[in-house]
T-cell receptor, first 112, second 114 residues
Framework: KNQVEQSPQSLIILEGKNCTLQCNYTVSPFSNLRWYKQDTGRGPVSLTIMTFSENTKSNGRYTATLDADTKQSSLHITASQLSDSASYICVVTPNNNNDMRFGAGTRLTVKP | DTEVTQTPKHLVMGMTNKKSLKCEQHMGHRAMYWYKQKAKKPPELMFVYSYEKLSINESVPSRFSPECPNSSLLNLHLHALQPEDSALYLC?????????????FGNGTRLTVT
């Protein structure tokens, strides 16, 4: 069973709208959680990284939150743009090694 | 543009061919990785090189053979592949292999095996 679960699997929104993507994990002990954006046919690009003690981290219109107690993270996208259409992957790293656990990703489509 | 460069961008090969994928980074990173990604799936780790030595092989079939000629280069030699090996092959690098070293990915090589 994957230790990182993302929801929804796919999402379609209209340009200008906000959306929130979810990531639940069971990786323990936990070191950090990263959100990556992957455009079709390209490599993933890091958006945010949060450690155990951080609750929120912003990168422009992207805001990630982390609740280490419930082992949940979310990625909120504000005022979506067509270029936000991509897969968003949650990656959790254990505390004792760099064996990163990838979620299956959420495929976001922003329509005009 | 990514700081990890992969060539070629696309590759079509037959099951009897021998080909190589190449990856290059000049960020001084000491760890390099090969990932395989099927459509609509997350990347799956294949190999990790740390300080030019193979440190992790995730039980990858021998038809995939990695090589790290120096700290900036990583190759993946392909031989006698199967159609199910068709995928996006991603190279990544990181400063080290510690848990705080983020991965920097290349844009991948789209491989099709016919």
């Amino acid at each position: 069973k994957n230790q990182v679960e993302q929801s929804p699997q796919s999402l379609i929104i209209l340009e200008g709208k906000n959306c929130t993507l979810q990531c639940n994990y069971t990786v323990s002990p936990f070191s950090n959680l990263r959100w990556y954006k992957q455009d079709t046919g390209r490599g993933p690009v890091s958006l945010t990284i949060m450690t155990f003690s951080e609750n929120t981290k912003s990168n422009g219109r992207y805001t990630a939150t982390l609740d280490a107690d419930t082992k949940q993270s979310s990625l909120h996208i504000t005022a979506s743009q067509l270029s936000d259409s991509a897969s968003y992957i949650c990656v959790v790293t254990p505390n004792n090694n760099n064996d990163m656990r990838f979620g299956a990703g959420t495929r976001l489509t922003v329509k005009p | 543009d990514t700081e990890v460069t992969q060539t070629p961008k696309h590759l079509v090969m037959g099951m009897t061919n021998k080909k190589s994928l190449k990856c290059e980074q000049h960020m001084g990173h000491r760890a390099m990785y090969w990932y395989k990604q099927k459509a609509k799936k997350p990347p799956e780790l294949m190999f990790v090189y740390s300080y030019e030595k193979l440190s992790i092989n995730e039980s990858v079939p021998s038809r995939f053979s990695p090589e790290c000629p120096n700290s900036s280069l990583l190759n993946l030699h392909l031989h006698a592949l199967q159609p199910e090996d068709s995928a996006l092959y991603l190279c990544a690098s990181s400063q080290g292999t510690g848990h705080n070293s983020p991965l920097h990915f290349g844009n991948g090589t789209r491989l099709t095996v016919t």
